[in-house]
């Protein structure tokens, strides 16, 4: 064959070459497995919302689609009284996601809570930044986990025609396809059950989380780290009722400390911070976790006067150039208990999968990246990838194109490997830049937060990039 | 560019059957058509048995050489005379391509491979055949828009086209001369139980669809192949004739311009090397003006004529307004009925006495019935 010239629009390796080799066999099992279009590797909101999104997909009208979910099936038959602690903040794009399948008509028939503006602030300066929508758009809305969970499984049901669940099921064995075998051998990935069963997929979709089994199969490289933190979450009771429609969040520099609205007496709190304070505050008694939510926003014993002064120059500065109104820092509301058994705390750690994809493999949510909760956006991210990758599906099917071909997977990775990285970064150097109380680096982050603060158009990029 | 190409055979050693409406011309020679198809290299031996009888004929293929005797050995047993084939001119396969395309058809679906530019022009034909039937089609399913409807992908190589349209919904035929593509198409297939089923294909040229009178399809591709046939008129011709009244052709290829030689030939086979050396030939090459002066006549009237342009570097196609290196052509079969009818009265009666000369010996003839 003449030496070719044109060069791989995937660089110049091709697929087989990416990362550490991993073992492909023709597969000689039984050609009476079933073959499905689709299979989804973990039914937590991220895969659930995939199944869904692709089941209600035009294109996929008649396709196969399969979830795995290693655990039960939740039943939720009424909703509680008490508010599940563990929340996320839905980005309006998500939200546009979750409706487009009609999973939002549901959560709005539960509960949710619209917030219109977010106010960060520093702890050891009077810096702070607000975002606020001109228009009267909600920002985001804290809605409950189990809430997403109900409304995605009420949504799948509606099309199990198309999307088979299957519970308790967990994948232990992956076979992977040869790119190009030499002998005739089934071209599907080949999944493992955990009760012997076996099936074939022409598509494998990972969203088993941050330590995801088909990320490892894969032989995908993960840069991760884990971050000295812990992440406290709680239900809070307020003082007294408010409209409650803001977002709070200092960065203490033990980490950052948020308060999101859930109902006009209620807050979620998400306290990142050391491992040994975590433990602590999850197993001090009541009042003195309230005490110390309370001081953490309210106290200003970090504040030193250099930072202070210098501070209000640039305030005086930024007050000559822009004579707009200065917002003045605002408290959050106060807390007077917290809901007895709410407070659970978790590891924090960044992760990122160097490829996304492999031939007939995806990976998409925490599988992909695990990020810091700092900026409201684990959860998000995951819901982006669901929608780019389902648009590149939805084409490919519409061009009665091969699912798994890499064309539009590389599509898929390239889309969201831009996005998310960014991310990722932002969020990984705002962390360190706020875990520390060294003088020049508390002035950088001072001044820094104040200019962007009056910058409005930077704002609004800000918000736009997050509300994706 | 190229693709697998409907083979012409260039020693006349092939001969096809004349389908129904053919000239009268050819009426004189006698009808039986035993034709042997070879290629020089593999020595294999494709031996057909076509007496004029449109609606039955038996198809031999032998492995080698040796082949041949047991083939005269079964050929005594009809008490055929196993006549040296003599052209009709009715063939459309060229020998010439045969070798090029036997060297290469494991290759097929190596999407990185030699056929990766043809892999990613199905981004643009697949769209472009899918998006001219179904303006045809008044509703559609979601999921399978061409369900229903019955297409022929002439020279579908290893089924590069065919499978798209296969999981649109369509029953696709794909038929392709060199055995070795079909071989590779069917064991790619059969790993797919629903492309299984909509797709079938069969090592044949299109002669021979267009004897079995009973199937007509909604659309006919020929993607890639009509730079390749021996009889450009007679192959469209073919293809119209199996078309339904007001069903669809689909056509893409190379223009026979200047640049298309440079390009084409020049840059893209021997300097670059995307093209295998002696893919295409320039002569062979077909520019929009004479397709349409060919399609006009037969009741096929162009809709649509758009340019094809590859990127060597990003290794996608896109459309564009300059027709002069590839492009893609879309025709309608009239719905009014093109031929006389008292030509079919004279075939007919001319049918009849073949039958009555074909049907010498009683043995051949319940092998016939079959």
Known sequence: ?468 | MWGGGKLSYSGGRFLGVLGPGCRSSQAKRPRLTSSAVYSKNQLSWTVEIKPGVFNEYRTMWFKSYRMTFSCLNRMKSYRYPWTRPYSTSQNTVDNSEVKTFLALAHKWWDEQGVYAPLHSMNDLRVPFIRDNLLKTLPNHQPGKPLSGMKILDVGCGGGLLTEPLGRLGASVTGIDPVDENIKTAQCHKSFDPVLDQRIDYRACALEEIVEDTAETFDAVVASEVIEHVLDLETFLQYCCQVLKPGGSLFITTINKTQLSYALGIVFSEQIAGIVPKGTHTWEKFVSPEKLESILEPNGLSVQTVAGMLYNPFSGYWHWSENTSLNYAAHAVKSRVQEHPVPAEFVLKGETEQLRANAYASPGMHEELKK
């Open chain 1, 1 to 468: 064959m003449a030496a070719r010239f044109a060069v791989s629009r995937w660089g110049a390796a091709p697929a087989v070459h990416r990362g550490p080799p991993v073992s492909c066999r023709g597969w000689s099992g039984a050609s009476a497995d079933a073959v499905y279009d689709v299979v989804v590797s973990g039914g937590g909101l991220v895969g659930a919302a995939m199944a869904c999104a692709l089941g209600h997909d035009i294109h996929f009208h008649d396709k196969k689609i399969l979830l795995l979910e290693a655990g039960p099936k939740k039943e939720l038959e009424k909703l509680s009284e008490t508010y599940s602690n563990r929340v996320s903040s839905i980005s309006p794009g998500s939200a546009t996601l979750l409706s487009s399948f009609g999973a939002w008509d549901h959560i709005c028939n539960m509960r949710y809570r619209a917030f219109r503006r977010m106010q960060v602030w520093d702890a050891c300066s009077e810096a702070l930044i607000m975002f606020d929508k001109d228009n009267l758009d909600d920002m985001g809305y804290i809605v409950e986990n189990d809430v997403i969970m109900h409304a995605l499984t009420k949504q799948l049901e509606a099309v199990s025609d198309r999307v088979t669940v299957l519970y308790r099921s967990r994948a232990v064995g992956y076979t992977w396809p040869c790119p190009f075998p030499v002998t005739p051998s089934s071209p599907w990935v080949h999944i493992t059950l955990g009760d012997g069963s076996s099936l074939q997929t022409k598509l494998l979709i990972g969203a088993d989380g941050h330590n995801s089994g088909v990320r490892q199969a894969a032989g995908i490289q993960n840069v991760s780290w884990n971050y000295d933190q812990s992440a406290v979450v709680a239900t809070l009771h307020l003082s007294e009722a408010t409209e409650n429609n803001v977002a709070w969040q200092r960065f203490l520099p033990s980490g950052p400390i948020a308060l999101l609205p859930l109902s006009d007496t209620l807050s979620s709190l998400v306290w990142s911070t050391s491992h040994e304070h975590a433990a602590e505050l999850v197993s001090m008694d009541e009042e003195k976790f309230v005490d110390a939510i309370n001081s953490a926003f309210w106290n200003d014993a970090n504040h030193t006067d250099f930072i202070d002064s210098a501070g209000t120059v640039l305030q005086y500065a930024i007050g000559l150039l822009k004579p707009t109104k200065v917002s003045a820092r605002q408290l959050p509301p106060s807390v007077a208990r917290v809901d007895a058994k709410s407070r659970v705390l978790f590891p924090l750690g960044l992760g990122h999968a160097a490829e996304y994809v492999r031939p007939r493999v995806a990976l998409i949510g925490d599988a992909a990246h695990r990020v810091h909760p700092l900026a409201g956006q684990g959860v998000n991210m995951g819901f982006g990838d669901i929608s780019s990758l389902v648009h590149h599906l939805s084409t490919a099917a519409f061009n009665g194109r091969d699912l798994g071909s890499m064309s539009h997977l590389t599509g898929y990775e390239t889309d969201r490997q831009r996005h998310n990285t960014a991310l990722l970064a932002a969020t990984d150097l705002l962390k360190r830049l706020y875990s520390t109380t060294a003088t020049p680096l508390v002035l950088l982050r001072t001044w820094g937060l104040q200019a962007t603060n009056a910058v409005s158009p930077l704002k609004e990029q800000i918000m736009a990039f997050a509300s994706k």
